[in-house]
């Protein structure tokens, strides 16, 4: 993962374009990057109820449903930013926890089941949060 940064700084910094061809397969192959983690994430998803740390996944909900958006709302008030800014920053922070978060944890050697059920459980919670922030801040 990190050559093909590397490799992908590289390239465009010395400005070496890029056959339409192979750009259009790159991005063909792209778009199928989130879905994949998506089923990657749901099957490895495995809830054995007494095996689930319910204060661990609970306080992750709660910091990132609850806590991120409160935090981005006090921050971004005290900037004085414009509206727009400020409601797409208060709503980006109440999003569930990135699919990518499941990918790091498999690639890096962490707690994978722990990473899908908290992507798994934030996205659920968002359901309603996200309506209520939309309307909050809207």
Do not use: H
């Amino acid at each position: 993962m990190i050559l093909t940064l590397v490799g992908g700084l590289t390239v465009g910094s010395l400005g070496v374009t890029v056959p339409d061809a192979l750009a259009g397969g790159l991005d063909v192959l792209g778009s199928f990057a989130l879905p994949v983690a998506l089923l990657c994430v749901g099957a490895s998803l495995q809830v054995d109820l007494p095996d689930v740390d319910a204060g661990a996944s609970g306080s992750v909900v709660a910091l990132k449903i609850a806590c991120m958006p409160a935090l981005a709302w006090l921050a971004f008030s005290l900037l004085r930013v414009d509206g727009a800014t400020f409601t797409a920053a208060v709503v980006m922070f109440g999003t569930p926890t990135a699919v990518s978060t499941y990918v790091f944890a498999n690639e890096l050697g962490g707690d994978e089941e722990f990473a899908s059920l908290n992507v798994f459980l934030t996205t659920l919670a968002s359901v309603g949060t996200l309506f209520v922030l939309i309307r909050a801040v809207g």
